[in-house]
């Protein structure tokens, strides 16, 4: 399968501050996600992104897949983007995602 | 467009036992897939159903199964429980072969005691 490694595996932030959370995988893909995952374990979609540059908001994201890394950043962090963040990788055709070990971020008031 | 739906969203069981996790998809979509998330391995691919047909199946003994109705709602089943089969299961569900976005929902929490 495909090695995804996803850093740091812990970040803490005061409210209002900025985060760049990282994605490496092992092989080419053509499909990249990040999720945020709840308290509640769901996963939420962020961003579908195997290439290039998205924005939603605060958040954004940025895939050079040529260079097998995409990146996460979320600005003006709100207590409320706490939780996991996850990156996962796969190829069109293939039917399973390859999950990298997530980001827990705590975002403190 | 209603989410991905699973029930139950809790379960415990005892060793030995089986049971049965149940997933609607988005509507529309016709293909869904299951994943394992425990502490220690992560989130690990199960298997995947598009037109009732197992499509792909990740590493998983033989206990882990599954199937899909012409509706597209999706089971999952796990024989003979062991403690090590307490995670969150995740169901996830896209358009079809060639759509790659896959939307998951809320889990079943299953706990083997």
């Known amino acids: 399968g495909i090695q995804v490694e996803q850093s740091p595996p812990d970040l803490i932030l005061q409210e209002g501050a900025n985060s760049t959370l990282r994605c490496n995988f092992s092989?080419?893909?053509?499909?990249l996600q990040w999720f945020h995952q709840n308290p509640w374990g769901q996963l939420i979609n962020l961003f579908y992104?195997?290439?290039g540059t998205k924005q939603n908001g605060r958040l954004s994201a940025t895939t050079v897949a040529t260079e097998r890394y995409s990146l996460l950043y979320i600005s003006s962090s709100q207590t409320t983007d706490s939780g996991v963040y996850f990156c996962?990788?796969?190829?069109?055709?293939?039917?399973?995602?390859?999950f990298g070990t997530g980001t827990r971020l705590t975002v403190i008031p | 467009k209603a989410g991905v739906t699973q029930t139950p969203r809790y379960l415990i069981k005892t060793r030995g036992q089986q049971v049965t996790l149940s997933c609607s998809p988005i509507?529309?979509?016709?293909?869904v897939s299951w994943y394992q998330q425990t502490p220690g391995q992560g989130l690990q691919f199960l298997f995947e159903y598009f037109s009732e047909t197992q499509r792909n199946k990740g590493n998983f003994p033989g206990r882990f199964s599954g199937r899909q109705f012409s509706n597209s709602r999706s089971e999952m089943n796990v024989s003979t429980l062991e403690l090590g089969d307490s995670a969150l299961y995740l169901c996830?569900?896209?358009?079809?072969?060639?759509?790659?976005?896959?939307?998951f929902g809320p889990g079943t929490r299953l706990t083997v005691l």
């Open positions: 092989d080419s893909v053509n499909n």
């Open positions: 996962a990788v796969g190829r069109t055709g293939a039917n399973n995602l390859f």
């Open positions: 509507s529309g979509h016709r293909s």
């Open positions: 992104i195997p290439s």
């Open positions: 996830a569900s896209r358009e079809g072969p060639g759509t790659d976005t896959q939307y």
